[in-house]
Nanobody, 124 residues
Framework: QAQLVESGGGLVQAGESLRLSCAVP????????MGWFRQAPGKEREFVAAISRIGTTTYNEDSVKGRFTISRDTRKNTLYLQMNNLKPEDTAVYYC?????????????????WGQGTQVTVSS
């Protein structure tokens, strides 16, 4: 199983930016679809963005609307989520996950491997 380790969370003010990172084992990015999900207290886990092994991306447009960008660096074995113009409603624990599906799935049950999560808190 792929071991995923997120980092980069923190406390920021509304309008600021953060970049989340997810360290993955070698070759993972070339074999798996990678996704970012988030979960706020008392809410369901929510899809944020995903990137397939060939680089196709998909986003939760209703929630992130061009503010977030998913990317990867295969040389560094790292997945990223660049988050700009953060809002208080973006406050959540953010998780990266890996799936063996060919397409960038939006469904959490498609992902078999999950990181431990990193907290993002946005103050107003």
């Amino acid at each position: 199983q792929a071991q995923l380790v997120e980092s980069g969370g923190g406390l920021v003010q509304a309008g600021e930016s953060l970049r989340l990172s997810c360290a993955v084992p070698p070759r993972t990015l070339g074999w798996y679809t990678m996704g970012w999900f988030r979960q706020a207290p008392g809410k369901e886990r929510e899809f944020v963005a995903a990137i397939s092994r060939i680089g196709t991306t998909t986003y939760n447009e209703d929630s992130v609307k061009g503010r977030f960008t998913i990317s990867r660096d295969t040389r560094k074995n790292t997945l990223y989520l660049q988050m700009n113009n953060l809002k208080p409603e973006d406050t959540a624990v953010y998780y990266c996950a890996a799936a063996q599906s060919g397409d960038p799935s939006r469904v959490a049950s498609s992902y078999a491997n999950w990181g431990q999560g990193t907290q993002v808190t946005v103050s107003s």
